[in-house]
């Protein structure tokens, strides 16, 4: 029993180690600085990703239709993929010329082994040479069946006027015909493409011919947090910007501007680019090979800790998720928390968080939050008719905030 034990341990730890060597993941759209997955029914999204291990490991892709709460789907994969639903990556490349040697996939969505047919939310899956998950992201195929109007205004509630924001939006639907929106159509609402955001669970507020509409005061608002902070690592032999210091021990270590934490902080306005990166480097020409890794120096100055609360670095380099990679720990003797995170060359969003004993992931406890915050939001509409199948996304609308209104 203690052999079997040991065992299973180390294969867990086996597993865990992989998926540690996993970085830089990206799902997009080829479009420059395009950073959605939810994109029109067709369009080509590329997966990328990473392995530091540099050992040319065979992986696998699994495309999986789901609901609109992303449960598995009732549909065969037979009924949403003309070809196969897994397949091998074989676009597989070594870096070139870098201290952190690593091993460059890719692999395009949909292709002429795997045509996607069907609108919805798609799980796509990263599996190991043993079929087991390394990773999953989330993509949405959608239709241009209906017209949506979104509008973001500062909340109208006393309490939240000068920290959230407000979401109403209309569904026009002329060319279908819905005979129950309570049970056929279900919506969500995502913040800057972070499935950590989002909103759902709504049913319209008024009915009118061809026209749904959604306008909640308060069940639709959102926290409107701060823009992102951000650092550059384009060239990492010199200091760029927000880099006040690099040292080189066999990989560079590239020290980030500290930040300072101020609990009455006000607002600022700093363009960023919600949360997300860019892989980029100016010392080579192919940067999904030739972009080297560096340690990445995160520092916070608080006086005392956080009762109670674990710290994180937080963003879409590791698709908005807590995990021991991204935590910092407190320096008592500096008054800092720090972070040493490997990343990939390039431009680079992130924030703060905050994880208390209840797992709430806090973004607004340490950076702030304020009405005026330039965020962008997605409504997605699901639709699926009494007797049918799965559910179809007939509708996309996007608004961004604007405080001039």
Do not use: C
């Not at 892989?279 to 192919?286: G, K, P």
């Amino acid at each position: 029993m203690f052999k079997k034990k040991l065992l299973l341990f180390f294969l867990i730890s086996i597993q865990f180690l992989n998926a540690q060597n996993i970085k830089t993941i990206q799902l997009r759209p080829l479009q420059e600085n395009n950073f959605s997955a939810i994109v029109p029914l067709g369009t080509v999204l590329e997966l990328s990703f990473d392995d530091l291990d540099a050992d040319n490991k065979s992986y696998q892709y699994k495309i999986e239709h789901m609901t609109h709460d992303w449960q598995k789907s009732r549909l065969l994969s037979s009924q949403y993929i003309d070809g196969f639903d897994q397949n091998t990556i074989i676009d597989v490349t070594n870096s070139f010329n870098t201290l952190q040697n690593y091993t460059h996939y890719s692999v395009k969505i949909p292709n002429t082994n795997s045509i996607i047919t069907k609108s919805g939310n798609y799980l796509l899956s990263v599996l190991d040479a043993y079929d087991d998950v390394v990773f999953t992201r989330r993509f949405v195929m959608y239709e241009n069946a209906t017209t949506i109007g979104v509008s973001v205004t500062r909340s109208r509630d006393t309490k939240t006027l000068n920290t959230q924001q407000t979401v109403q939006f209309s569904v026009n639907h002329p060319n279908i015909r819905i005979n129950n929106p309570n049970q056929e159509i279900n919506v969500a609402i995502i913040k800057n493409n972070n499935w950590n955001e989002t909103i759902t669970n709504l049913q319209p507020t008024f009915f009118k011919p061809n026209q749904l509409l959604y306008t909640y005061t308060n069940k639709t608002n959102f926290w409107g947090g701060n823009e992102y902070l951000n650092f550059d690592s384009k060239v990492i032999r010199s200091r760029s910007l927000n880099i006040v210091k690099i040292t080189n021990d066999n990989l560079f270590n590239l020290y980030i501007y500290p930040f300072k934490y101020n609990p009455f902080k006000e607002y600022t306005y700093n363009p960023d680019i919600n949360g997300q990166f860019i892989i980029r480097t100016l010392e080579a020409n192919d940067p999904k090979t030739e972009a080297d890794y560096a340690a990445m120096h995160f520092t916070l100055e608080v006086e005392a800790p956080f009762k109670n609360k674990e710290v994180y670095v937080y963003g879409a380099f590791n698709n908005f998720e807590i995990s021991a990679d991204n935590k910092m720990y407190y320096n008592e003797k500096n008054q800092t928390y720090n972070a040493r995170i490997l990343l990939k060359q390039g431009f680079y969003n992130y924030t703060f968080a905050t994880l208390g004993k209840d797992n709430f992931v806090n973004t607004n406890e340490i950076n702030g939050t304020f009405f005026e915050t330039e965020n962008v939001y997605n409504v997605l509409v699901y639709y699926k008719p009494l007797g049918g199948l799965y559910d179809r996304v007939i509708g996309v609308g996007t608004g961004f905030f604007n405080q001039n209104r």
